[in-house]
Nanobody, 127 residues
């Protein structure tokens, strides 16, 4: 699976931004896809993930710090995942990277290991 992230940029606090991830791989696979971020001086953390549970149904998870501000969506036809970010805060600043795996080893995709990684896109929240 190869991943390509896009959509980062500079946004003011309180603003919105969407980052996108396009995954290409073996036809027929619908990998679990997650977004991670790494703030300056901090470790990388998972932010959100999405699992296809049926033809048009999904299980989505968010870490507490972004709940009700970030939303994740998926286009299985194109294997693309978008992370919509609203009411952004300076602490949301970081390099956002998408990752994927074909192995769902836990009921919560925030707790699994990811095996394929894309290059990150920088999101800067600053006035």
């Amino acid at each position: 699976v190869q991943l390509q992230a896009s959509g980062g940029g500079l946004v003011q606090p309180g603003g919105s931004l969407t980052v996108s991830c396009a995954a290409t791989g073996h036809p027929g696979e619908t990998p679990v896809i997650a977004w991670f971020r790494q703030a300056p001086g901090l470790s990388r953390e998972v932010v959100s993930c999405i699992v296809s549970t049926g033809p048009a149904t999904y299980n989505m998870q968010f870490v507490d710090s972004v709940k009700d501000r970030f939303y994740i969506s998926r286009d299985n036809v194109h294997n693309a995942v978008a992370l919509q970010m609203f009411r952004l805060k300076p602490e949301d600043t970081g390099v956002y990277t998408c990752a994927a795996t074909n192995y769902m080893t836990d009921t919560n995709c925030l707790r699994i290991s990811y095996h394929y990684w894309g290059r990150g896109t920088l999101v800067t929240v600053s006035s």
